[in-house]
């Protein structure tokens, strides 16, 4: 087993923290149980959120890299090493959220490209907002869209223009960002299609590992992926992600557990980091 210890906090977003550790190609995150919408704006505590967000994104990381994306994941922490740094944020002041490493990830460093990269399959929440589309219509051709990641900005819709302004990615490297979303929308669809349920949207961020690969990093879960139930018509019972939040419909954890209960029946089990 390859031991490692748990080091600095390094950032604190609104739903993880990324601590060093003493490898240096190896970075441990730990899922928050806030729950956060609008910018921030409105926030809550919700117990149990940070260990369904991080099992159901270490499942479906081991999904995708099957069908051959890469992503920054490296497993999950033995039990042993997750007390420890359970242990270790608890003395360091922090607070560490859920059952013991439940809540903690593995995964490489990566140079993080400052771009929210957003697909939309079927019509909702701000695109509706933005344009004259009534929620729930089916995209003839999915959307993806393109946004600067600065909350102080209010993360803005870049055009083709505007990216070039600000120099974060040349043409070949913004198309391979497009080429990799577009993989996991499939790859995504596919899977949840097979679960009854609807992946009506998502968004991800991608970055560069120390040796130059685009790797798939952040979280896939129901914060970041719009997901319907098919077999429920009402246009709220169906919900099964942040919207639940957002929209004070309550159920939240209910709805995340719902999620990882399908997802754990068809995707492989998540590798513990050796």
Known sequence: MSAYSLGPLLHEGKAKRVYATDQPDLLAVEFKDDATAFNAQKR???????????????????????????THFLGLPPATATATATSAVGEAGGEASGEAGGNWMLVRPVRVVPLEVVIRNIAAGSLCKQLPIASGTRLEQPLLDLYYKDDGLGDPLLSEARLRLLGLVDDAQRIAIEQLAWRVNTALGQLFAGLDLELVDFKIELGYSADGQLLLADEISPDNCRLWDRGIADSQARILDKDRFRQDLGGVVEAYGEVLKRVQGVCPEPRVYR
């Open 44 to 70: 809550a505590q919700l117990s149990g959120k940070g260990v369904l967000n991080c099992q159901i994104s270490a499942l479906l990381f081991e999904y995708l890299e099957l069908q051959g994306i890469p």
